[in-house]
């Protein structure tokens, strides 16, 4: 045997016995969850991967998409079920820095609970989903049983069920002065006036909470604040900022985002 097919035959034993051992019953992830393809695979081939073998042609490596399940596939990068036969496994878990993936020069580099992830997921089948945005909302969704004694409502069972898997315990609840102050900021980004306040100390009814919430929701200053974040990412200016720093008539865009 020549030492090109030694040096092969090693590698692929390598592979063999690593991906029997990597991902061997890691069926879920970090959390205890099932593997899904949105929340647990998407992400790390979007962060690793699909600057090179993605969607955009012009940078495209190689000709290799892993956005695309049939692409991934017909290239033999994945071959469903068959983690060790699956030339994505292969480089993720090579030791070459001439067949890794990412390559050393990306200065990326996949964590071994990452490298599970995929392993199982192919093992799994390798089932892809369509982006979120393009899923159906379901209809119903389970209520997880969890905070018996402390959940007000189905909300609140979701925040304990995730209290549960984490190891953690529901603070003390808030008194009425601290809550408003907390609501008003999350809400709007502003404390709560005194008039506001005396008007919620002095209103003991059910509904109280209820009314302070859709009252902040309907103010300009929720919307004011939840359009600052998508003004951020458009990086909204009232001026130029150089160029002798003049004014832009952008304004109507702010009112029009701040009031939708």
Known sequence: MSDVSKAAWARASALAVTVAVVGFGFERNAHGQDLEFNRDIRPVLSEYCFACHGPDANHREADLRLDDREAAIDFGAIVPGEPGASLLVERILSD???????????????????????????????????????????????????GEGWARNPIDRFVAATHERRGMRPAEEADRATWLRRVTFDLTGLPPTLDELDAFLADDSSEAYERVVDRLLSSPAYGERMANMWLDVARYADTYGYQSDVPMEVWPWRDWVIQA
Do not use: C, N
Not at 112 to 124: C, F, K, M, T
């Open 96 to 146: 070459d820095p001439d067949s890794i993936m990412p390559p050393p020069h990306t200065s990326k580099s996949l964590s071994v609970e990452q490298r599970e992830l995929l392993v199982e997921w192919i093992r799994g089948g390798a089932e892809y989903q369509r982006h979120w945005s393009f899923e159906p909302v379901p209809e119903t969704v389970d209520i997880p049983a969890a």
